[in-house]
């Protein structure tokens, strides 16, 4: 993960850029880089956490024309990034983030059809004068903002928020009758969140602010085809397998998270195809036993190293 924060604002922040970019410092703690345009009060920061593109994938990430930050990661990269190179876009780093770029450059708000992965950005149009919040399909990267008479604040905590401004915080008060905490429950007063499959569009010249929805999540409906048992079966192989080798592109290690349970099992077992020795990780309850699957886990760990098959069987 990485942290973005920022503003578009008619008055400079009450700290200053590093103290800003501390606050976030914990989502990415290998760099830190902000843009800066003065006459526009315009500030973007980033705080990068290396994992595609280890020796040069700072950011900012920027041409004559665009700003970008980027928190996240855009899946199949390669193959969108080699087709933007046959229609001669030129490229400055190896990290996946810069396709946003060019792809935005190349196809503006089409570019959402082709950007698959789990994503927060923030990207600022030079010539149109109008800064972009967006969100991926699931809203898996967090992004919040707050709009006042100074102008529009953005990050991926609260805290980049709060820093920026002079808000006092008040907590909806709902968040306490439910279990389940969602972006719209843990809004405070001022501080929203941009939904998933979302992004907002801000005019720096006029202030106005538009909210777009570029993706609605689809269902299966009862009268999916109702094919036999094995066809689900593979379907589902084919699209978890997939779905897992999406996430393993990386310069960096990976790991898997093994809670003892069939998902987590299934999605190490799938990794474990793709790439060797595979790190797992766990957390165990030893004060109390019902909790703890930490020997499940580990009996799972041992499986996927040593008896792939075997483990695949038994969940």
Not at 198 to 204: A, F, G, H, V
Not at 227 to 255: C, M, W, Y
Not at 265 to 289: C, E, H, L, M, R
Request: aromatic share 10%; glycine share 8%.
């Amino acid at each position: 993960m990485c942290g973005l924060v920022g503003s578009v604002n008619t008055m400079p922040p009450k700290n200053n850029i590093d103290t800003i970019l501390n606050i976030i410092k914990h989502r990415g703690p290998d760099e830190k880089g902000y843009f800066l345009d003065n006459s526009l009060g315009i500030f973007l920061g980033h705080t990068r956490l290396s994992v595609i593109g280890l020796q040069n994938g700072s950011q900012p990430l920027q041409t004559t024309k665009t700003v970008v930050i980027v928190n996240g990661e855009f899946y199949d990269y390669r193959s969108i990034k080699q087709e933007l190179q046959t229609n001669g876009n030129i490229f400055k780093t190896e990290t996946d983030s810069e396709i946003l770029l060019h792809l935005y450059e190349q196809s503006g708000m089409e570019m959402f059809r082709k950007l698959h992965g789990e994503f927060a950005f923030v990207l600022f149009d030079k010539q149109k004068n109008k800064l972009m919040l967006a969100r991926d399909r699931f809203g898996i990267k967090p992004l919040y903002y707050s709009t006042g008479k100074n102008g529009l604040y953005f990050s991926s905590t609260i805290k980049g928020i709060l820093i920026q401004t002079d808000i006092n915080p008040i907590v909806d008060e709902k968040i306490f009758a439910t279990t389940i905490m969602t972006d719209g429950l843990l809004q405070m007063n001022k501080i929203e969140a941009v939904d998933p499959g979302s992004y907002i569009e801000y005019d720096i010249t006029s202030r106005k602010l538009e909210i777009i929805k570029y993706y609605v999540k689809k269902y299966f409906t009862v009268d999916a085809p109702q094919n036999n048992e094995a066809f689900h079966i593979r379907k589902l192989r084919k699209i978890l397998t997939q779905s897992v080798h999406d996430r393993l592109e990386t310069d960096a290690p990976v790991g898997v998270y093994l809670s003892g349970g069939l998902d987590s099992s299934i999605i190490g077992a799938i990794a474990a195809q793709k790439i060797k020795n595979v790190k797992t990780f766990s957390v165990g309850f030893i004060s109390d036993p019902n909790f703890d699957e930490s020997q499940i886990a580990r009996r799972t760990n041992d499986d996927l190293i040593d008896n792939l098959e075997g483990c695949l069987w038994h969940t």
